[in-house]
């Protein structure tokens, strides 16, 4: 799948308010980016508490937060 460009907060946000709740593999598949470059992206998104995760199993799955 080819990398995509110029992904901006909101496309990631907007990627994991489609498919969440959603683990890191079907976020980078929506956004077309490998799954490193996803896990990068959304962990400094939870650091700034746009998103959140939970541990559930051996895999982190994603939502936004309640707002």
């Given at each position: 799948?080819?990398?995509?460009?110029?992904?901006?907060?909101?496309?990631?946000?907007?990627?994991?308010?489609?498919?969440?709740?959603?683990?890191?593999?079907?976020?980078?598949?929506?956004?077309?980016?490998?799954?490193?470059?996803?896990?990068y992206r959304?962990?400094?998104?939870?650091?700034?508490?746009?998103?959140?995760?939970?541990?559930?199993?051996?895999?982190?799955?994603?939502?936004?937060?309640?707002?």
């Amino acid at each position: 799948m080819p990398a995509r460009k110029g992904l901006s907060d909101d496309d990631v946000i907007e990627a994991v308010r489609e498919t969440q709740p959603a683990g890191t593999a079907d976020i980078a598949d929506a956004l077309g980016v490998q799954r490193q470059a996803a896990d990068y992206r959304l962990r400094t998104l939870r650091e700034e508490s746009r998103v959140q995760s939970q541990k559930i199993g051996g895999s982190l799955v994603w939502t936004l937060p309640d707002e």
